[in-house]
Nanobody, 124 residues
Framework: QVRLVESGGGLVQPGGSLRLSCAASIRFFSSTGMGWFRQAPGKEGEFVAGIGWNGGAKFYADSVKGRFTITRDNAKNTFGLQMNSLQPEDTAVYYC?????????????????WGQGTQVTVSS
C-alpha cells in the first residue's frame, strides 16, 4: 500500500516559488508527525522541515529557514511545503515522510515511511 504520495515538483527560476503537497493514507494521520527531506545529486539526503501532529511545533533546516513553510491539513490527510525564494542549491528530489510518533522530528531515523519523491529543479 502506498502511504505517501508527493506532488507539486517542477522547474522554477531562481527567486521563484513552488508548493509541494503530500497525500497521506495513514490511519492516524492527525496524531502523527510528518516531515520533508531532500537529496541533491551526489549528496546525502538532508532534513528540510518537520511538523508535529497538530501543526503547533515546526522545525526547519537552517538552509531553508525563513524561505520554506511546512503546513498540514488534518481534515484532508495532507501536508505541504511552501518554498519561496528558491535557489539553485535547492535543486533536489524532495521526499515526504511519516514520523514514528506525534512530534516534529528532525532526524531521518525518526521517520518510518517515505514517499517516492518529487523533483525540484531551480535553474534559469
Amino acid at each position: 500500500q502506498v502511504r505517501l504520495v508527493e506532488s507539486g515538483g517542477g522547474l522554477v527560476q531562481p527567486g521563484g516559488s513552488l508548493r509541494l503537497s503530500c497525500a497521506a493514507s495513514i490511519r492516524f494521520f492527525s496524531s502523527t508527525g510528518m516531515g520533508w527531506f531532500r537529496q541533491a545529486p551526489g549528496k546525502e539526503g538532508e532534513f528540510v522541515a518537520g511538523i508535529g501532529w497538530n501543526g503547533g511545533a515546526k522545525f526547519y533546516a537552517d538552509s531553508v529557514k525563513g524561505r520554506f513553510t511546512i503546513t498540514r491539513d488534518n481534515a484532508k490527510n495532507t501536508f505541504g511545503l511552501q518554498m519561496n525564494s528558491l535557489q539553485p542549491e535547492d535543486t533536489a528530489v524532495y521526499y515526504c515522510a511519516e514520523g514514528g510518533g506525534s512530534y516534529a522530528y528532525t532526524k531521518a531515523s525518526e521517520y518510518i515511511y517515505w514517499g517516492q519523491g518529487t523533483q525540484v529543479t531551480v535553474s534559469s
